[in-house]
């Protein structure tokens, strides 16, 4: 039978024409990508709190407007016998203070001895030398090469005291270095473990490695264009682990889908070619509506509101753009080249052991139990994601700062040990001013009248205030440490009084003065406002698109709806995991983190757009088949059998492959990227057992024939069908 002609049919035949053209012409644009992104145009990434919504966003471009970019450091003078007025502790501190003085790129530095500024601890056994990197955060990581070194060398001089360095520069760049570290280990580690499950998927070595290495070359061109991409609209920093871990999944799916569709062609007869060509015209156009609809599905973080999302969704929707492309053209073009010769390298006994979970294996046995009892497989499969989920609704979330990073950076112990020598330097909110002149009597008095009110509300302010003034003298910092940690309860309520009785009754007095509160707690709270405004219009940007492809894909009004349903049960099952792993404290020994007791900000909106994204292209596969075969003339039960059990194989591969990649993320130091990992792998591990394994099934065996309801309105709809059944070819 002859397969129906479209695009994608016609980019296979194509590509097998011109197969070196369509390879060469790939390998030549991953290579010139990745010249141009990391050489000749490198990724420009957002700056900390640039841009942030709320009265914390407004903060920071005033900031910005009024103080020339610099980062503030430390350096820690410490010992257990000696105390800072010993000659020994001095000369340790005008050491180091000589050393820095005459660095390049250091500015401002500041001995503990010069006059009273609190660099002194109670004890008496700890000093803090203080200094500024002025530029911004770039050049600000290259000059604190310069001030380690020379801090270093003071260290090495002065053996009996403890001299280390700590700052805004110097734990960007060590977070920074780790997460290039753990960022390579992650590609290094993520590609056996993927090789290793294609080879049980696929039973040979060459057809295990074109998959990787589709996603590896997709990873990698993505990675490149975000350098000048991201001149247009920076980046977070963090896309690069996003674009890894999205584009290693899906570039290993369409390539799993379209092999698989191969494979299932030469079995039925086809000449190598024309088995490459129906696979094109049927799993290439199921490629293409999948990732289509991923990229919508993402598109929703634009709607987000916050420039993080907006440049996760650009990381994303380029990495499946760019693995849609190559599964595509050179895939087919890659196939044609080796024709029989993929199958090289088969692996003993390993397909005895893929039948064992096949169609006469494991999910034979689950599903026929499933539709034997739909009732209590559904009830009790959906009780089970609810009691999952139930944990989410005392979700604590926050931005996160130093309490995220891995405490084996020595840069993180000294951090600590300068909190615990100085409690002052710990959590602190501060008030942003602008005025013509911050100087101004009225200014000052309003400025002093809230240091003394702040002091009288001990419960959630401590310590001496610190208060800064541009050089322009419009602009003026008041930092104001607080007792909570930045992200409890306590910070919370520091910001409230500030925004609503002690600012207002102050600052807010004095005419012709702006005053905005800025802060941890504060951003927390302005991210979290602004996120949730903006969750109407995502969730309902995305649902509607996930509701308007299978309404026209299955011409049902059920199966949609169904559909939304079981993949907000899955996102609220996996919000509930996390809430148990990182709010509380029994998972820390097991993946390594201290708990912040709070989820990332943003990972809650983030996994609800790419699990529906990625979920999406497992469902269109699987009721595709399921319709075929009802539109066969089977019942609906025989035909959730049958479709189910067709596709268990390469659905449960390519979902092992996500976890598998996903999990990598969980090994990372960084909290926030862990969180993801964590998150990301547990949804995909529950839609595809209890979602797609028990409850779809189950609801589909309840509802019957009621599945593919249309009302007669809608019958103008078009019939689609993304992968027909495989047709014998013709003697």
């Known amino acids: 039978m002859q397969q129906p002609e479209n695009i994608t049919a016609r980019i296979g035949r194509w590509s097998v024409q011109h197969r070196k053209t369509a390879i060469l012409g790939w390998l030549t644009f991953v290579a010139v990508s990745m010249v141009i992104g990391f050489n000749l145009v490198p990724q420009k990434n957002i700056e900390p709190n640039a841009g942030g919504p709320g009265e914390s966003g ?15 450091e430390q350096v820690l003078v410490q010992s257990k016998q000696l105390d800072a007025t010993d000659a020994q502790f001095k000369a340790g501190v005008d050491d180091v203070t000589g050393r820095l003085k005459e660095t390049e790129g250091v500015a401002n530095v500041v001995s503990p001895y010069d006059g009273d500024r609190g660099q002194i601890s109670a004890d008496g056994h700890s000093a803090l030398v203080t200094f500024e990197l002025p530029g911004d955060q770039k050049t600000a990581e290259e000059s604190v090469v310069n001030s380690l070194a020379a801090v270093e060398a003071a260290q090495k001089a002065n053996p009996e005291l403890r001299i ?18 753990e960022l390579g280990k992650s590609t290094f580690m993520s590609v056996p473990v993927t090789l290793i499950i294609l080879v049980f998927a696929f039973g040979a070595m060459v057809a295990a490695g074109i998959p990787v290495l589709l996603a590896l070359t997709s990873v990698g061109a993505t990675m490149g264009l975000l350098g000048p991409v991201s001149q247009i609209a920076p980046v977070d920093e963090s896309v690069m682990h996003v674009v890894l871990l999205v584009g290693m999944a899906v570039g290993v799916d369409y390539s799993l889908f379209y092999l698989k569709r191969q494979r299932e062609e030469r079995a039925a007869g086809r000449e190598t070619d024309a088995a490459i060509e129906a696979a094109a015209a ?28 907006a440049s996760f969704a650009t990381g994303t929707i380029m990495v499946v753009a760019v693995a849609v492309i190559g599964s595509l053209t050179v895939l087919p073009a890659l196939l044609s080249k080796l024709g029989d010769r993929v199958d090289r390298g088969r692996v003993p006994l390993v397909g005895r052991i893929k039948n064992r979970v096949g169609e006469a294996g494991l999910w034979s046995r689950v599903l026929d139990r499933v539709l034997r009892r739909p009732l209590v497989s559904a009830l009790v499969s959906a009780g089970l994601l609810v009691a999952l989920a139930v944990p989410a609704l005392g979700m604590q979330t926050s931005l996160g700062g130093t309490d995220d990073y891995s405490r084996d950076l020595e840069v993180m112990q000294t951090y600590d040990r300068i909190q615990a020598a100085f409690p002052s330097e710990g959590s602190s909110e501060m008030v942003v001013i602008k005025a013509d002149d911050v100087t101004s009597p009225e200014v000052v008095s309003a400025i002093d009248s809230l240091e003394t009110q702040a002091q009288q509300r001990q419960d959630l302010f401590e310590g001496q205030a610190t208060v800064e003034v541009s050089s322009d003298q419009t602009v003026a910092t008041v930092t104001l440490p607080t007792t909570g940690n930045g992200t409890d309860d306590l910070s919370n309520r520091a910001v409230d009084a500030l925004r609503d009785d002690l600012v207002p009754s102050t600052l807010g007095e004095v005419d012709g003065v702006e005053a905005y509160t800025a802060g941890e707690a504060a951003a927390t709270g302005d991210f979290n406002d602004a996120m949730i405004g903006n969750l109407p219009y995502v969730f309902g940007f995305v649902l509607s698109a996930a509701f308007l492809l299978l309404l026209v894909t299955f011409r049902s009004l059920v199966i949609p709806i169904k559909a939304i349903v079981l993949n907000l049960l899955s996102v609220a099952s996996a919000y509930g995991l996390l809430v148990l792993v990182f709010q509380n404290e029994w998972a820390e020994s097991l993946l390594g983190f201290e708990s912040n007791g709070a989820i990332a900000a943003w990972l809650p909106l983030f996994l609800f757009v ?63 990227m862990k969180q993801m990992g964590v998150g990301l792998a547990a949804a995909v591990l529950i839609d595809a057992t209890i979602i797609r394994g028990v409850l779809l099934p189950a609801t589909m065996k309840l509802l019957g ?7 007669r309105k809608l019958g103008w709809l078009p019939q689609v069908t993304v992968e027909p059944e495989v047709q014998p070819a013709q003697a």
């Open 610 to 672: 790419i699990l529906f994204g990625l979920s999406m292209d497992y469902h269109v596969f699987i009721l595709t088949r399921v319709r075929e075969a009802f539109d066969r003339g089977m019942s609906t039960p025989d035909a959730v059998a049958h479709g189910i059990k067709s596709t268990a194989g390469v659905v449960t591969s390519a979902a092992i492959v996500m976890v598998a990649v996903f999990s990598m993320f969980a090994l990372t130091s960084e909290l926030q």
């Open 58 to 72: 407004q903060a920071a471009q005033v900031l910005d407007g009024g103080f020339d970019d610099k980062s503030a």
């Open 705 to 711: 024939d009621w599945n593919w309801w249309l009302p």
């Open 164 to 181: 280390e360095e700590a700052g805004d520069a110097s734990i960007s760049k060590a977070t920074r270095d780790k997460s290039n570290e």
């Open 282 to 309: 049927t799993s290439g156009r199921a490629v293409l509506i999948s990732g289509l609809t991923v990229m919508v599905a993402m598109a929703g973080m634009y709607l987000g509101g916050i420039s993080n999302f």
